[in-house]
């Protein structure tokens, strides 16, 4: 089965705006070891920016190269995972990183659609 990755960069709430999660997901068709390889090249380039975060990016690199459990790591307000898709019929990449992203804002918000598909971001597209 072929692999992809995503990343949820979050947005917490602030005083007359609800919080929401901005995401950018991969192409698809990766196996496992690239698409951990693209997360891993996104954290160590976050390591780099001169921003106070930058250690904690380092740190989560680090973490992530040596494998995290579930292949999911939390970074400051960046989510980052690797997931196989395609075992159900018609299962698309973009297709499994929406249900992915529906999930994670039922258990972090309590709505589906708290987080959205930025064109933006690296690797995301615009939402049809």
Do not use: C
């Not at 690797?82 to 039922?106: D, I, K, N, Q």
């Amino acid at each position: 089965m072929p692999w992809n990755w995503m990343q949820i960069r979050l947005h917490p709430p602030t005083p007359g705006k609800a919080g929401y999660g901005e995401s950018a997901v991969g192409k698809g068709g990766l196996t496992y070891d690239e698409a951990r390889d693209e997360v891993y090249g996104f954290l160590l380039a976050m390591a780099q920016l001169p921003v106070p975060t930058a250690a904690m990016y380092a740190e989560a690199a680090d973490l992530w190269s040596r494998g995290v459990p579930d292949d999911v790591l939390t970074a400051g307000l960046l989510v980052s995972r690797v997931y196989e898709y395609g075992r159900l019929p018609g299962e698309t990449a973009e297709r499994a990183a929406h249900l992915l992203m529906e999930e994670f804002s039922m258990n972090t918000t309590g709505e589906p659609h708290r987080v959205i598909l930025s064109g933006s971001s690296p690797g995301g597209r615009s939402q049809p």
